[in-house]
């Protein structure tokens, strides 16, 4: 499992599966999310703008990406 921390309100789904490393491009991760491989919450997701707040899980390939809000303490 990767973590996705937040330093804004939210992220969208192509930008996360990009930072996760799970796709080498924006490209790659719009076919992806449009081809329907990707699940947000339990739920096929196909809008790469979907998005992602705190407590949200995405599962690709295998992998499960949680984003989290980044915590002061962190930065």
Known sequence: MQTIYL???YIKLGQAIKAA?????????KFAIQDGLVI???QIET???KKLTAGDEVLYKGEI???EKLNQSLE
């Open 7 to 9: 330093r804004e309100d």
């Open 21 to 29: 490393g799970l796709a080498e491009s924006g490209v790659d991760a």
């Open 40 to 42: 947000v919450n339990g």
């Open 47 to 49: 809008r790469r703008g």
């Open 65 to 67: 990406i949680k984003i």
